[in-house]
């Protein structure tokens, strides 16, 4: 039977360019990058190469990147140390970000008694700006947090506009940019953002590995305490090989971007327009959706909701319900209660998501096993 996979947003296969890199670096570069003989200056000149390459890719200065184990820690490190140390007592964010931000906000919510507002969500599934502003006129120390593209409907946030009305209110603006990283242009020196966060297994590079970019000036303090590792920020033996896979995953990434990011719009495209022929009464969470993510509402009954998901499976077809971190769960998804009304929030949605490696026939089957439930 082919496999076939169709839940990009939930992480993304290695090029095979990305596993040659990383099976070079576990061969051949073993040393401390810490370490100063030949071995150990070896490895560290392939951690600052990556990170030079990956600065290039984003616009920012090297210096202002941070290698961390995720983007989970990165915004975790972010929004504590933003209220520890640079004194922010409120944060601003909405109700369907990931919830690696939400449970974090909720956390120094309780933890340090700092105020929490959510911007109003509007029926596109985008983030109503007027209410931000209203939002932003109160006095306070701010930081804003909002995703750029939503992991569950595909919503695409204004990261420019976002920013410039966050910093004319002197507020901080953290993005978790983990679906947008390697599949939309970034000049991070040119943009108001203070923060982002990414990981690189979700644009084909591995897992356990991601980064933080923290605008120059702004001192946050140490994530993890102990050796002068990532300018003594986050301590501990950097994971050379996975740095070194995920700059090769980014560079290929940007390198390929234009004719990749035409071929899965176009592949988005032919999966509405074969959906809409076979299932008239389809409908599409979100609007003007980023390339690559299409959440829809079938028009089957609710009883059938727990049997989508398993039925492609076992037809051997991976798509999912929302976030893979919530796909086993029963509940409603979190983003999708926000768009949808309760009767419609009861009836089977599906997350389709695409990389360049899935084809037409992958959309054909996925419509021909939809037809069989
Ligand atoms: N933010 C978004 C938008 C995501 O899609 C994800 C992963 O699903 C994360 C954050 C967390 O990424 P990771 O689990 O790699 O830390």
């Given at each position: 039977m082919k496999r076939i996979y169709l839940d990009n947003a939930a992480t993304t296969p290695l090029r095979a360019e990305v596993i040659t890199e990383m099976t070079q670096v576990l061969q051949n570069d073993f040393g401390n990058p810490s370490s100063t003989h030949s071995f150990g200056r070896s490895s560290k000149t392939i951690l600052e190469t990556s990170r030079k390459s990956i600065a290039k890719l984003m616009g920012c200065a090297a210096q202002e990147l941070i290698f961390t184990s995720n983007a989970t820690e990165a915004t975790n490190w972010i929004l504590t140390s933003a209220v520890k140390d640079l004194k922010v007592n409120r944060i601003i964010t909405s109700k369907i970000e990931h919830h690696a931000t939400l449970y974090t906000v909720k956390h120094l919510q309780h933890q340090y008694n700092i105020e929490v507002d959510y911007v109003n969500i509007l029926p596109s599934g985008g983030i109503d700006m007027t209410h931000l502003v209203n939002l932003l006129s109160k006095e306070a120390q701010t930081l804003v947090t909002l995703m750029q593209v939503n992991n569950e409907i595909g919503t695409v946030l204004d990261i420019e506009k976002t920013g410039r009305i966050c910093h004319q209110h002197q507020a901080l603006f953290h993005c978790d940019t983990v679906q947008s990283i390697g599949k939309t242009e970034f000049i991070l020196h040119e943009l108001p953002v203070d923060f982002i966060v990414a990981s690189a297994h979700k644009f084909h590079g591995p897992k356990g590995i991601g980064f933080a970019y923290v605008k120059k000036g702004i001192a946050l303090q140490p994530l993890l305490f102990g050796g002068e590792q990532e300018k003594g920020l986050r301590a501990g033996t950097e994971a050379v090989h996975q740095v070194a896979g995920m700059a090769k995953a980014l560079?290929?990434?940007?390198?390929?971007?234009?004719?990749?990011?035409?071929?899965?719009?176009?592949?988005?495209?032919?999966?509405?327009?074969?959906?809409?022929?076979?299932?008239?009464?389809?409908?599409?969470?979100?609007?003007?959706?980023?390339?690559?993510?299409?959440?829809?509402?079938?028009?089957?009954?609710?009883?059938?909701?727990?049997?989508?998901?398993?039925?492609?499976?076992?037809?051997?077809?991976?798509?999912?319900?929302?976030?893979?971190?919530?796909?086993g769960s029963a509940k409603p998804s979190h983003v999708l209660a926000e768009i949808l009304t309760e009767e419609d929030l009861k009836k089977p949605s599906l997350r389709i998501s695409f990389s360049h490696y899935n084809t037409k026939e992958d959309i054909d089957a996925l419509i021909d096993g939809l037809k069989g439930i």
């Open positions: 560079e290929l990434s940007y390198e390929h971007l234009e004719s990749e990011r035409n071929y899965i719009s176009e592949l988005k495209k032919y999966c509405i327009s074969q959906l809409e022929t076979q299932f008239p009464e389809i409908k599409i969470n979100g609007e003007a959706t980023f390339y690559n993510i299409l959440n829809i509402l079938l028009p089957f009954s609710k009883e059938k909701t727990a049997m989508i998901l398993f039925n492609l499976d076992m037809k051997g077809i991976a798509v999912s319900r929302g976030s893979a971190c919530q796909s």
